[in-house]
């Protein structure tokens, strides 16, 4: 059982208000990912750490989400000003290293009404 | 551009029977393809890994196999269960860069 632990489980917001969400990878992982789900399945890679840096962001991470994983705290995602389009389920996975085996979990699903 | 690319969309088996699920990708790079499963209102689950150095791997009633010169792979489920009822993702990675996704497989096995 994944022992990474994310908070809220959900989270409702009004368009243009922030939205904030944590992680606390499991225990001994260095690299933390965050994927957005939308109700289609489909898996969109937002931002990846090894401890407190940044591997990897794509560009919408680069706009209104901004994400952080400070050494001895949770890690978070926060949407700036939501939109109705940010609306899914998101998703943070840890791992022992790079290019192996993730744990997801249970992910924060954001309503923007 | 879809990298992981997942066939079919939907699938029913009875159980006892065989689900052949398939999965193809684009980047010959990539050396890592884990398959997870994802039960509604569950996060996704590793359920089985490969990598490239070997072209099938097995793990009880769940097997891989894998055609690297035609970049795609697929995941056969042994006398289904209605329990392995759930949505199957297949992923690629290689090192130093995230895992991508497929869409996605929903299996239904019926007793």
């Known amino acids: 059982n994944s022992k990474v632990i994310q908070t809220p489980r959900y989270l409702v917001k009004g368009q243009g208000q922030k939205a904030k969400m944590r992680c606390i990878p499991e225990k001994g992982h260095p690299v933390v990912f965050w994927y957005q789900q939308n109700k289609n399945n489909e898996f969109k890679f937002l931002i990846n750490f090894q401890n407190q840096e940044v591997l990897q962001q794509i560009d919408m991470t680069e706009k209104r989400f901004s994400a952080e994983c400070p050494s001895n705290s949770p890690c978070s995602l926060e949407i700036q000003s939501s939109e109705a389009g940010d609306s899914a389920l998101y998703l943070c996975?840890?791992?022992?290293?790079?290019?192996?085996?993730?744990?997801f979990g249970k992910g924060t699903r954001l309503t923007v009404v | 551009q879809q990298q992981v690319r997942q066939s079919p969309q939907s699938l029913t088996v009875w159980e006892g029977e065989t689900a052949i699920l398939n999965c193809s990708y684009e980047?010959?790079?990539?050396?890592?393809f884990p398959w997870y499963w994802q039960f509604p209102r569950e996060s996704p689950a590793l359920l089985i890994a490969i990598r490239p150095v070997s072209n099938k791997k097995e793990d009880g009633r769940f097997t891989i196999f894998f055609n690297k010169r035609e970049k795609k792979l697929s995941l056969h489920i042994t006398d289904s269960q209605p329990g392995d009822s759930a949505t199957y993702f297949c992923?690629?990675?290689?090192?130093?860069?995230?895992?991508?996704f497929g869409t996605g497989t929903k299996l239904q096995v019926v007793p």
């Open positions: 980047d010959s790079t990539f050396d890592y």
């Open positions: 996975a840890s791992s022992l290293e790079e290019n192996t085996e993730v744990f």
């Open positions: 992923a690629a990675s290689y090192s130093g860069t995230y895992q991508r």
